[in-house]
């Protein structure tokens, strides 16, 4: 059975840090663009952080850029998000996503129906 599982959400002040974690089971991540989604309560599911799949390429969504960083450990299979100086507006649900395949086409990545593969989410709040 293919899953992704992901891990590490919880709950931080504005200005505090977390980092999620993307595992897959029964396959391996290599060969994988991995995405990061975010869906907010009441919002549509966002494309915010993607990387490809030999690692080179990364997209982040504006709201993001120069707070998030993503990362990907083949040998674990794991891909992480590292949300730095997180805000209330950061608050949702979080969700990876994988799709095979070496090419990467930048912010086009940000449309959920290029993945295959899904995880059930986990929970991030960010308040006071």
């Known amino acids: 059975q293919f899953q992704l599982v992901e891990s590490g959400g919880g709950q931080v002040h504005p200005g505090g840090s977390l980092r999620l974690s993307c595992a897959s089971s029964?396959?391996?991540?290599?060969?994988?663009?991995v995405a990061w989604f975010r869906q907010a309560p009441g919002k549509e599911r966002e494309g915010i952080s993607i990387?490809?799949?030999?690692?080179?390429?990364?997209y982040y969504a504006d709201s993001v850029k120069g707070r998030f960083t993503i990362s990907r450990d083949d040998a674990k299979s794991t891909v992480y998000l590292q949300m730095n100086n997180l805000k209330p507006e950061d608050t949702g649900i979080y969700y990876c996503?994988?799709?095979?395949?070496?090419?990467?086409?930048?912010?086009?990545?940000?449309?959920?129906?290029?993945?295959?593969?899904w995880g059930q989410g986990t929970q991030v709040t960010v308040s006071s």
């Open positions: 029964g396959f391996t991540l290599d060969y994988h663009a």
């Open positions: 990387i490809s799949s030999s690692g080179g390429s990364t």
């Open positions: 996503a994988a799709r095979g395949g070496e090419s990467f086409y930048g912010g086009q990545e940000a449309d959920p129906r290029r993945y295959n593969y």
